[in-house]
């Protein structure tokens, strides 16, 4: 486990804050902290170290300080679960005096932290999709800076249905994100006036899907998709290429372009499509090129997607304080200073936030390919400004 600039380690006894000052204390201002929630072990510690080290990016990129004061990172481990989360936010809050919270890539974990922060008045940046986080629960000091749960489906099912695949069969993972991601991607497809063949959930953690391919052959569907992660993500992948079916494969954005997935799968990748948040390595911008370059000085490997959510997340707060001037003087300017932040993105476009903090995204389709050993991802269609709801605006 890594600790970086932080420390990860226990809760200590500290008094209950007074969730209604929102003065930032007088030693924040001289070291500006900001508490850094990932989880660094268990089944999901790739991701999150992956995901921190666009964060250590970040602030590299600006020398560790901001009109001469230092940011430090003091980083705790949710472990992926919501009351760990939620001890170690408090932590974070009453014990380290953190000015701001970032991380998480749990949505059971934001649910768990966004009570709390709000209540503490501690602006917090999120990975997590669940649509509440900035829908009926918004707060003027919760923040997502990756997607919301139906965001990029709606994209997704428009480069399918302009490509002739109008009738899918929707498979995901048997919780609340795995349900809405299909529900999503099937609501997208049907108004389009296609039609949802089937809709299968296996449980987190499957070891045979053979059951639920059984159910593919003889299908009218055109197309086969899938929202799974981590390890489910390589035997459902792995099991569908060996029972041989000819539908195209489409699995949900990240994860195949997070913790090496991708090139674990090996020849498998080959052909399948999916919906990419902001970035992927292959485009050639001058952006993406110092960005890989200097990522890879820094870590010695090149940067995979979930080291831009990192560094979004770790940017809209240093852009905010840059826009400050380093001068925090309470917890509602600086909530006040992010939600104003826009910055240009490796790839092109710009970063921002829309009026419920959730931001507007860039969403890539990419066909994987497998060439000279390597998973390369290949972007067919991009668009541009799309909203929470999935829709381009203006």
Known sequence: MRNGAGVIGSVVAVAAIAFAATAIPATAQETLKIGVILPLSGPAAGIGNEDLDGIRYALNEIGGKIEGKPVQLIIADDQNTPNEALTETRRLVESDGVIAVIGTLNSAVALAIHPYTTRAKVPYVTGGIATDLTGVRKSDYTFRASVAAGQM?????????????????????????????????????????????????????????APYFSRISGSSADFVYGYFFGGDTLRFVRQYVSFGSKLPLVITGAALSSAGVAQNLGAAVDGIIS????????????????????????????????????????????????????????????????????????????????????????????????????????????????????????
Not at 163 to 180: E, P, V
Not at 182 to 208: S, W
């Open 153 to 209: 489906e709606p994209p997704l099912a428009r480069y399918l249905d302009s490509h002739g695949m109008k009738r899918g069969i929707l498979m995901g993972s048997d919780y609340a994100a795995g349900r809405d991601a299909v529900a999503a991607v099937g609501g997208a497809l049907k108004k389009l006036g296609g039609t949802v063949v089937a809709e299968m959930f296996p449980r987190q953690g499957e070891t045979d899907y």
């Open 275 to 394: 919906p990419e948040i902001w970035w992927v390595w292959t485009l050639d911008d001058p952006a993406t090129k110092t960005f890989i370059e200097r990522y890879t000085k820094m870590f010695g490997r090149a940067p995979q997607n979930i080291a831009i959510d990192g560094y979004i997340k770790a940017e809209v707060v240093l852009q905010a304080l840059k826009n400050l001037h380093g001068k925090v003087s309470d917890s509602a300017a600086l909530a006040a200073a992010i939600k104003t932040v826009h910055f240009p993105m490796p790839g092109g476009g710009e970063f921002r936030f829309d009026q419920n903090n959730n931001p507007i995204l860039t969403i890539r389709i990419v066909r994987w390919e497998w060439r000279d050993g390597a998973a390369v991802p290949k972007v067919l269609d991009t668009a541009r400004n799309v909203g929470q709801e999935g829709s381009p605006l203006p």
